[in-house]
């Protein structure tokens, strides 16, 4: 493939794509909670509809999915009663499940890997509580870490078993090769092929244990488009692909990425349904800048940027679901309402939107998009909330360019104010020594050490009163 990120966007080439697909409504089985309404951005904006939900349906199974997957990987956490650490929040996540069921999601997406290992056990107890035809629930085979034992025939068959056991089923209906793309066609016939575990997990979708087999795409292209030779040439079906979608990625799409508008492109030509994750590009087209947020307030004052970004996702008909991490009840309420049902982007909301990607392409952000592959840090430095931090601060337009800006005392507050609270002094930038195990680990290929001493100069000059 040759320069697949070079085309030039092509409004045709989305436009053509858009469309609600089979939706469908449906009315749950489960009651909802009183207090039923949205507020993700501090205020109602009515009821959470219970009954309109939109459904995609796969045309490899039938399944009839919520387009709103339940996206696993940040599950609420509290302090042990004992104090000795962390553990899962249950009841909140019970309670989130139920809430997500009860508003038409059926569609959650797990990994052994996430919320530091226990995403599965803890997803498993929370649906457990219902029917099994329900929800679907996806999860990966994520030998993609660095322990040589996990890629073993034997290791990598124990990791599955061990997500049924954690999961509490005896079957599994989207079960996904795990980041396909990261260390290249090298890791692809380490990980799937040279060990006999591919040949393993059809035989396991023969005998029903998986319902639908696919991967999720995360870096060389090489591997995604070997993937979709090895289905060309009668060697595999694959049931999905999950791949990063969103209205930056279409075209401009950053570090071990591939420009979705090529992804998605590419799986519409084999029929193969799409999940996507990343619509909010790690929550940053959430925090859009003033400029870019009010550019959509003009075309829809009542809607916030992340909706604008879910109907972006969620738009093309061949999207099965699209993936949202929701550990707050108001951002589960307010992704219900927006896909409650689909109202699709039109044409001059993708021009907007173009402009959006214009402004958003200019700006200082550092493309993090909190994934956590760079973690645990050795010397303890909180990557993601560092980099959170900073981008929220360019977001709000506080980004000070000189000690002589104006409100410059109001703007030094809030920066130094706030990496207090959200990062603690000891995992601030200031503790990275340069070391650059983080680099490898990175999807954006961020040159995570040169970022964190720019942001620590930065903090320093803000703390010292620096003219700069």
């Known amino acids: 493939m040759k320069d697949k990120k070079k085309k030039e966007i092509s409004r045709r080439n989305f436009l053509k794509t858009l469309g609600v697909g089979s939706a469908a409504t449906a009315a749950t089985l489960y009651g909802c909670k009183p207090d039923n309404t949205a507020s993700a951005e501090g205020g109602s904006v009515g009821e ?137 066609m090298e890791a692809v016939m380490e990980r799937f092929y040279d060990n006999g575990m591919l040949d393993f997990l059809v035989k396991e979708r023969e005998a029903g244990r998986i319902r639908n087999l696919g991967w999720s795409f995360h870096g060389d292209i090489e591997a995604f488009d070997f993937l979709l030779s090895q289905q060309d040439e009668g060697k595999i079906h694959w049931d999905f692909v999950q791949i990063q979608l969103n209205y930056i990625d279409w075209m401009h799409a950053s570090g071990w990425n591939t420009n979705a508008e090529y992804l998605l492109g590419e799986l519409e030509k084999r029929n193969i349904p799409a999940v996507i994750m990343e619509p909010l590009l790690g929550g940053r087209l959430s925090r859009l800048s003033t400029q870019a947020l009010t550019l959509l307030k003009e075309m829809r004052p009542e809607e916030s940027a992340a909706s604008w970004a879910f109907r972006y996702a969620g738009t093309p008909e061949s999207v099965l679901t699209v993936l949202s991490g929701m550990v707050y009840i108001e951002h589960l309420q307010e992704n219900i309402r927006t896909y409650s049902p689909l109202d699709p982007v039109n044409e001059a909301e993708y021009q907007a939107l173009e ?109 010292q009163k620096l003219n700069f």
């Open 48 to 184: 959470v509809p219970t009954d309109k939900m939109t459904y995609r349906i796969n045309p490899n199974t039938g399944d009839k999915v919520s387009l709103l997957g339940y996206g696993c990987m940040r599950w609420p956490l509290r302090q042990k009663p004992d104090g000795s650490g962390e553990e899962i929040d249950q009841e909140a996540v019970n309670e989130l499940v139920d809430y997500a069921i009860a508003h038409g999601v059926n569609y959650f997406d797990v990994a052994p890997t996430y919320v530091r290992g226990w995403s599965e056990a803890a997803t498993g107890i929370a649906l457990k509580r219902h029917p099994r035809d329900a929800f679907f629930i996806a999860t990966k085979l994520s030998t993609h870490r660095e322990d040589p034992g996990l890629r073993t025939f034997q290791g990598s068959v124990a990791l599955y078993r061990k997500s049924m056991e954690n999961l509490q089923v005896d079957y599994i209906d989207y079960y996904l090769l795990h980041a396909i793309g990261l260390g290249g």
């Open 355 to 463: 402009k959006v990607t214009e402004i958003m392409m200019n700006d200082e952000y550092v493309q993090c998009t909190e994934c956590e592959y760079c973690m645990p840090c050795p010397y303890g430095v909180d990557i993601p909330g560092v980099f959170g931090h900073y981008n929220r601060i360019i977001s709000a337009g506080k980004r000070l360019k000189s000690s002589h800006d104006e409100k410059y005392k109001e703007a030094r507050r809030a920066f130094l104010v706030g990496y207090d609270r959200t990062v603690p002094r000891l995992r601030q930038a200031n503790h990275c020594i340069g070391c650059e195990i983080c680099k490898p680990h990175c999807p954006q290929t961020i040159d995570i050490p040169n970022e964190m001493r720019r942001i620590d100069l930065y903090t320093e000059q803000l703390k």
